[in-house]
């Protein structure tokens, strides 16, 4: 049977995701590989690869909020807005650049970003071309900004020329960005040294191995991933059924359901415990399946 469930990977420097997942592929012998939540080459950390059913979770798995350490470093600022790019602006600073309080306003101000505006060289798709191809060939991509959300930012590290920090970001922020928008806060030019994803939603590097792993590493099952990522409601055995045909379900179909908010998609697993399927209440009392998943999952 092919491999069904997430493994979280300690991804090392210099591999990107899709690099992983190839690696995946050719160790756990199957094309059903992906993952949840792009990593860059330079960045190491926490990455989720999902095998067989799991596959199926990826969108929901790449909403959740990350945490990282990240180091800032000043002076250089490249065209990637970290250490792996082509230097476009460099200078000396005094060192009154870099004071506390000009660095407790840079940072107060990050913690209040909604809007974030990505880098030139990433995958974001701009009339069907992916941005960073529009970079690479001289032009400026025409980027929008996007909506994201910092809940936490900590300073927990400096000297003269860098600033390290933790942080925990929504979907859709650039940590290198970051790099950039201190920079120019400060009026020194920046750029991203160092980054560790140390959490994607609820998994974090103790659970991580290193890579690549051995063939037969044990996978954590489809249906635990998703009872992390998302609310969880188990289904009676007419609900099972049901959804299984991708019927609509109503509340007696459920026999363990707390309400979930805003017709938030929820994890429905069987009395066994198994995932059946991915699902959501379109109107009151009336819930419809979103994904269903294949009976050998769990």
């Given at each position: 049977?092919?491999?069904?469930?997430?493994?979280?990977?300690?991804?090392?420097?210099?591999?990107?995701?899709?690099?992983?997942?190839?690696?995946?592929?050719?160790?756990?012998?199957?094309?059903?590989?992906?993952?949840?939540?792009?990593?860059?080459?330079?960045?190491?950390?926490?990455?989720?690869?999902?095998?067989?059913?799991?596959?199926?979770?990826?969108?929901?798995?790449t909403d959740d909020n990350k945490r990282y350490r990240a180091t800032v470093r000043f002076g250089r600022a490249t065209d990637t807005l970290d250490s792996d790019g082509k230097t476009i602006e460099e200078s000396e600073f005094p060192a009154e650049s870099?004071?506390?309080?000009?660095?407790?306003?840079?940072?107060?101000?990050?913690?209040?970003?909604?809007?974030?505006?990505?880098?030139?060289?990433?995958?974001?798709?701009?009339?069907?071309?992916?941005?960073?191809?529009?970079?690479?060939?001289?032009?400026?991509?025409?980027?929008?900004?996007?909506?994201?959300?910092?809940?936490?930012?900590?300073?927990?590290?400096?000297?003269?020329?860098?600033?390290?920090?933790?942080l925990c970001v929504s979907k859709g922020y650039y940590v290198r960005a970051l790099a950039r928008d201190l920079g120019r806060a400060l009026g020194v030019p920046a750029h991203l040294s160092f980054l560790r994803r140390t959490a994607s939603g609820s998994?974090?590097?103790?659970?991580?191995?290193?890579?690549?792993?051995?063939?037969?590493?044990?996978?954590?099952?489809?249906?635990?991933?998703?009872?992390?990522?998302?609310?969880?409601?188990?289904?009676?055995?007419?609900?099972?059924?049901?959804?299984?045909?991708?019927?609509?379900?109503?509340?007696?179909?459920?026999?363990?359901?707390?309400?979930?908010?805003?017709?938030?998609?929820?994890?429905?697993?069987?009395?066994?415990?198994?995932?059946?399927?991915?699902?959501?209440?379109?109107?009151?009392?009336?819930?419809?399946?979103?994904?269903?998943?294949?009976?050998?999952?769990?």
């Open positions: 049977m092919s491999p069904d469930g997430v493994l979280v990977v300690d991804k090392p420097g210099g591999l990107t995701s899709h690099d992983v997942v190839g690696q995946a592929r050719r160790i756990f012998g199957t094309r059903e590989v992906g993952h949840a939540g792009t990593l860059d080459p330079m960045a190491t950390g926490v990455l989720l690869l999902l095998f067989g059913e799991a596959t199926k979770l990826s969108n929901f798995l870099l004071a506390d309080a000009a660095i407790a306003t840079a940072l107060a101000n990050e913690r209040a970003r909604t809007r974030q505006l990505p880098p030139a060289v990433s995958a974001i798709k701009v009339a069907g071309r992916r941005a960073y191809a529009i970079a690479r060939s001289g032009e400026v991509p025409e980027l929008a900004e996007r909506d994201v959300h910092v809940t936490e930012l900590e300073l927990v590290a400096r000297d003269a020329s860098s600033l390290t920090v933790e998994f974090d590097l103790t659970q991580a191995c290193a890579w690549p792993a051995l063939a037969g590493t044990p996978l954590l099952p489809t249906a635990e991933a998703a009872r992390r990522a998302l609310s969880a409601a188990v289904l009676t055995e007419s609900g099972v059924r049901r959804a299984r045909h991708g019927q609509l379900l109503d509340p007696a179909d459920f026999s363990d359901r707390q309400q979930a908010t805003g017709g938030a998609t929820e994890a429905w697993l069987g009395a066994d415990g198994a995932l059946v399927a991915l699902g959501r209440e379109q109107e009151p009392g009336q819930f419809r399946v979103v994904r269903g998943f294949a009976a050998r999952s769990g």
